[in-house]
Nanobody, 118 residues
């Protein structure tokens, strides 16, 4: 069973930066797409950014120009560089991996808390 493990969350003031990492226990290319999602209490989990096996990124409008998703195949890790953080970015951030196995299967990490506050 492939496992995803996030790290890098924390408390940061508005305008600050954080970099999240998601380490995959198996091979990164197991997944045809990986991404970051976030969730706040009482709300649905929303897509923040995704990256395909070919390296194409896609972003939620609310983070375009501030967040960058990337991956290091050699380290089996994806990253989310978050700059110019705002209070509304406060959430639990989850790493996701999606594979095709006759149908789509989603794998999730345990989540990491990001809090943006002065």
């Amino acid at each position: 069973q492939v496992q995803l493990m996030e790290s890098g969350g924390g408390l940061v003031p508005p305008g600050g930066s954080l970099r999240l990492a998601c380490a995959v226990s198996g091979r990164l290319d197991t997944f045809y797409r990986m991404g970051w999602y976030r969730q706040t209490p009482g709300k649905e989990r929303d897509m923040v950014a995704t990256i395909t096996r070919a390296g194409f990124g896609n972003y939620a409008d609310s983070v375009k120009g501030r967040f960058t998703i990337s991956r290091d195949v050699a380290k089996n890790t994806i990253y989310l560089q978050m700059n110019s953080l705002k209070s509304e970015d406060t959430a639990i951030y989850y790493c996701n991996g999606r594979e095709w196995n006759g149908g789509e299967d989603d794998y999730w990490g345990q989540g990491t808390q990001v809090a943006v506050s002065s």
